[in-house]
């Protein structure tokens, strides 16, 4: 099971052995045929798995390593869906980007800039306050990011919503699910392996010594006041990026679809995954993503289910499923001892 | 006279919204919980409340008693099921626990008694003024500032001045040292977790003739109270009274004067303002912390 680890690159190496290869290689493999196998409307329930995963992910970031509460994700992501779909119908209009093929790459990447930036601000308080006040800090943003939005048509497209462009790489549309399939499911792989990374560098050591003991981490030398605003800011480009393929996804927008029980249910996510573990953050967003699509036809009694599996996770396992998952691989391993 | 008009029924809806928050920040205080189910426990005992007064036909006294009372084993059922053994988890891991029974319970009413809004019948009138001073005023907002206050001078004389709000006292400073002294800190942790959400249906009754009766009415109201809980400082009684206040005459100023819109956000602003400045909220006590 485990080898010994003899050069410098076995040690670096982010997927380790032939097994872990294998099953690499047969995820990506299974994701790259799902669209073709599964009818079309679940693949539009796929595409809103992965951009949950990013949110996932990006919380967790914030959450999980470096230990600062966010109730207040849904406006990033209100941010980054609007920022795209702003910049998307700009340059429509103006011409001169789409000579360059289309700016969908572009405007993920401005929904995640600019989410980053507002990540920024609402980081400089993190750096005085923590717990229940930071809780009610982010709370009060991602309410005023909503209130804003209903309240400036200008910017929301007022009670009428905002009609959001397919996305085009020259003459070549990705309207279809299954093109956007294909967008969702890069960026989920790309973001993953840069959260992979990020988490195992110097970046993701000084967040997991923050949240260990901010004090602790000071003295050692960690900055705080850069890493608590960083760890902001890459959480909310995370949410902003998601935010944008969200606005493709849906192709329409409006304020109300991003209120606090969203926030709530991104936190659930990484909570009933499993807190502080890019796997896990990924897994709790799958699941319950398919679960509140697979109670659709029971609409009402989602928010019990999903509440009473969420009590249930945190009482019986704090350390979310892929805690459990880890318990049961070191079992399996030191078996039959 | 506008402007005091404006203060006036800021106090009036202010004294509410510090009724919810005093629910929040006893539960904190002695518990270090932070009840995301607040507002949904309240909104739950408000409909128990609407049931009792139109389909069981009780008179109004004894339904607001039997709601209370419910209310009471609501609070102290769900510390018994669902926070005693979650009791190690993480602020965050409380937050989210809460916040899922929030769930459970605004997806049970919605089952229960259905998404639409409905009239509590309500001894007082919001339409019938009096005139103080040269304001008017009517007798909903009298009748519930008068309560408020008079809820807040009970919980006053319940944590000063008894047996039990001393306990409740000690297991916040130190429920280990109380636990070898004798205290019955579970006791103590299920009756507080009662007495806050006793104090969440008396605002989701006094709110209920305004907003209405649904299973939203106490989004907003338990925002701000909890708001004013962390203007206040969360470890202070005090400081939730005076944070509450400020926070609904603010709102209700902003509100007449510029815009109702953005009334909410400027609230939300001024206590980020705020705890910039006084990271520990008006009247808490600072953060004092060892590695």
Known sequence: MTQLIQRYEEEMALVRGGAAWTGLVLLLGALAALPWLLPGYYVYILNFVGINVIVAIGLNLLVGYTGQISLGHVGFVAIGAYAATHFIRATEASGVVAALGGPFWMAVFIGGAAAAVFGVLVGLPAIRLEGPYLTIVTLGFGLAVQQI??????VSGGRIGMFVPQPALGSFVLGSDRSLYYLVWTVVIGMSLVAFNLTRSHVGRAFIAIRDSDIAAEVTGVNLKYYKTLAFAVSAFYAGAAGALLAYVMQYLEPTMFNLYESIYYLAMVVVGGLGTIPGAMFGAVLLTLLQYGLSHAQEYLPVIYGGIVILVMALEPMGLYGRWLKIKLWMKTWPM | MFFWQLVLSG?????????VGLGIVLLYRTSRV?????????????????????????????SVALTLLAAFALGSLFYFIVIRPVKEATLLGQI???????????????????AGTKALPFPLSRFRFYDVFGLRIDQLTIGSFIVSVITMLLLYLLVQKTKFGLAMRA???????????????????AVTWGVSAVLGAIGGLLLAPVTFVSPTMMFDPFLKGFAAAVLGGLDSL?????????LGVVENVFGGYVSTAFKSTVAFVMIIAVLLVRPEGLLGRKFQRRV
Do not use: K
């Open chain 1, 149 to 154: 939005l209903i309240n400036w048509p200008a």
């Open chain 2, 11 to 19: 106090l009036s809806i202010g004294s509410l919204y510090a009724v």
């Open chain 2, 34 to 62: 932070l009840n995301f189910a607040h507002g949904d426990l309240a909104m739950v005992t408000t409909m128990i409340a609407y049931s009792l007064l139109t389909s069981a036909g009780v008179v109004f006294a004894g």
């Open chain 2, 96 to 114: 989210i626990t809460t916040a899922g029974f929030a769930l459970v319970l605004g997806g049970a009413a919605v089952v229960i008694w259905g």
């Open chain 2, 171 to 189: 297991v916040s400073q130190n429920d280990a040292a109380a636990r070898v002294l004798g205290i019955p800190v579970r006791r103590v942790y």
């Open chain 2, 238 to 246: 005090p400081g939730v009274i005076i944070g509450g206040v400020i």
